[in-house]
């Protein structure tokens, strides 16, 4: 045959299954064939929840590399994004409509409307 047919019941799986085919097209690709053998691929996620988390809260990172690691993401089938953006140490987002989050919320320290947490910082 020279065609590929995906079943998927949902948007999700078809997506899955999307990923499966770049996967194996991209097997044949690394090993100089240009065709793939007949084959049926019965798929489905053993977990629900397949996920990663970015810490930018404490690592910084370029939009360029989380746009790559969506992808990434998508080559693997992970379908949960965690983005940890804060810590409880400060808040270091911005959002206009909530000027206090960063006004009160960034500051630790004696004296500020947060105190440290576990006894740090001066004093």
Request: proline content about 5%; overall charge positive.
């Amino acid at each position: 045959q020279d065609s590929i047919t995906i079943l998927a019941a949902a948007r999700d799986g078809f997506l899955r299954a999307a990923a499966t085919v770049r996967q194996v097209l991209g097997i044949a690709l690394s090993e100089g064939k240009d065709k793939v053998p007949v084959q049926t691929i019965r798929d489905k996620p053993r977990f629900a929840h397949r996920g990663l988390m970015l810490d930018v809260g404490r690592h910084f990172f370029s939009v360029p590399f989380i746009k790559k690691l969506l992808d990434w993401m998508f080559l693997y089938k992970l379908n949960v994004f965690h983005w940890h953006l804060t810590d409880d140490e400060g808040w270091r987002l911005e959002v206009r409509s909530l000027p206090n989050l960063t006004s009160r919320g960034a500051w630790r320290g004696r004296g500020e409307a947060v105190e440290p947490q576990y006894g740090g910082g001066p004093g």
